[in-house]
């Protein structure tokens, strides 16, 4: 049996150094807002190259509170439209309805699965105020064209990274890209938590320091409360655990890029088509952190299950776009095709930091063997 993502293998890896860090969590007393969370801010803006790092409860809050941020900075308010990706998870998407913005759905590019920077500057309007790209599967989207829309048109740019911890274009980081980026790190992630949690990165003080006080109850001073907040923060025991695993992410990432070399020069099939495509430019200049390795078949589910008799766990991500969800029924007319016809081909094939290439061998043998 290979599985998708065997969380307990991976975190078994570094159980001593865990295991000690949570011992400091429970002997220090000090449960929220303490050293640990102050340690792994810096540690992770560092990371990044940002000059902030606000740690906050999870990855949606990350992109609700800094769009609640620029409201509340004015630079934002209720109806303005943010231009989000139509092929992305949900979260991306909740994050800007949850403020009463609307989202304005762009479509992808077929060979990156990402948003596509000429259909950004097409969905303008007098109303579009922000961009929200996102790294999909850790790939990054093409910022150098998104910013230069942005800068053209004065938008502000959110970047979500949940997938894209440590990916990079030019030696730049996801999370210093945009005005701003949201991170989660639940524990599927290639930076997890060992429960929820989640991080704003910013080179911006005064967006910090309103971040800091709307996950904290609105508070920028105990006692006095600038804006009508939440409880959104991070734990001392999740940023210990954080800390432990952001000493490995480049290790596993790079055995992730590995992998997923692995795939692309094994598999032969020509009924599935690669996502890696030497003729993308944006490839060639990025470091795609391989959050998900996801192959595209007209047969999908059909090569699910024939993978599955084979002891081989896939997962679809997504397998309904946010277009077609109840959710959001007055999106559910809108025709997205390019989003749709990757909805229904999409699979994810196992990968992680710590897969044996044996078993990513035995997914492309088993692959190469199928014949639709
Ligand atoms: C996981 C994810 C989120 C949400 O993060 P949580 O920590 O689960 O709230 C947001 N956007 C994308 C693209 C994600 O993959």
């Not at 991976?10 to 011992?23: G, S, T």
């Not at 902030?52 to 209720?78: F, P, Q």
């Not at 596509?116 to 007098?126: F, G, K, L, S």
Request: proline share 3%; glycine share 6%.
């Amino acid at each position: 049996m290979i599985p998708f993502l065997d969380l307990k293998t991976i975190n078994a890896q570094y159980r001593d150094e865990l295991a000690q860090a949570c011992a400091r969590v429970i002997d220090s007393g000090w449960y929220v807002q303490g050293t640990e969370v102050k340690e792994f801010e810096q540690e992770f803006a560092a990371y990044c190259g940002t000059k902030h790092c606000i740690g906050v409860a999870n990855g949606l809050d990350a992109l609700i509170l800094t769009l609640r941020a620029w409201k509340e900075l004015g630079k934002l308010k209720e109806g303005d439209e943010v231009i989000v990706p139509a092929n992305t998870y949900i979260a991306s998407i909740l994050a800007i309805t949850e403020n009463r913005l609307v989202p304005v759905l762009v479509e992808p590019n077929m060979a990156t699965y990402n948003i596509c920077p000429i259909n950004v500057e097409a969905a303008v309007t007098e109303k579009t105020r922000a961009i929200l790209p996102v790294h999909l599967y850790g790939q990054m989207a093409d910022m150098p064209a998104i910013l230069d829309v942005a800068k053209r048109h004065n938008l502000l740019v959110l970047e979500d990274s949940a997938q894209a911890h440590g990916a990079s274009i030019n030696g730049i980081k996801a999370g210093n890209w945009g005005h701003a980026s949201g991170f989660s790190f639940y524990p599927g992630k290639n930076l997890g938590a060992l429960g929820d949690a989640g991080a704003v990165t910013t080179n911006d003080d005064e967006l910090a320091s309103t971040l800091r006080a709307l996950s904290n109850y609105g508070s920028h001073k105990k006692y006095e409360n600038l804006y009508q907040g939440v409880n959104s923060r991070l734990d001392e025991i999740q940023a210990a655990m954080l800390r432990v695993k952001l000493r490995y992410l480049d290790i596993e990432t790079q055995h992730r890029r590995e992998i997923a070399t692995t795939y692309t020069m094994g598999i032969g099939n020509l009924s599935i088509m690669l996502p890696i495509r030497q003729d993308s430019v944006i490839q060639d200049l990025a470091h795609h952190a391989f959050h998900l390795y996801v192959i595209r078949t007209k047969e999908r589910e059909a090569l699910q299950k024939y993978l599955a008799d084979e002891g081989i766990q896939t997962l679809i991500h997504y397998p309904v776009a946010p277009h077609k969800q109840c959710a959001y029924k007055l999106l559910n007319e809108k025709s997205f095709p390019i989003t749709e016809s990757l909805q229904h081909e999409v699979l994810s094939l196992p990968i992680s930091g710590s897969q044996s290439i044996e078993n990513t061998q035995s997914v492309i043998d088993a692959l190469n063997r199928w014949c639709r």
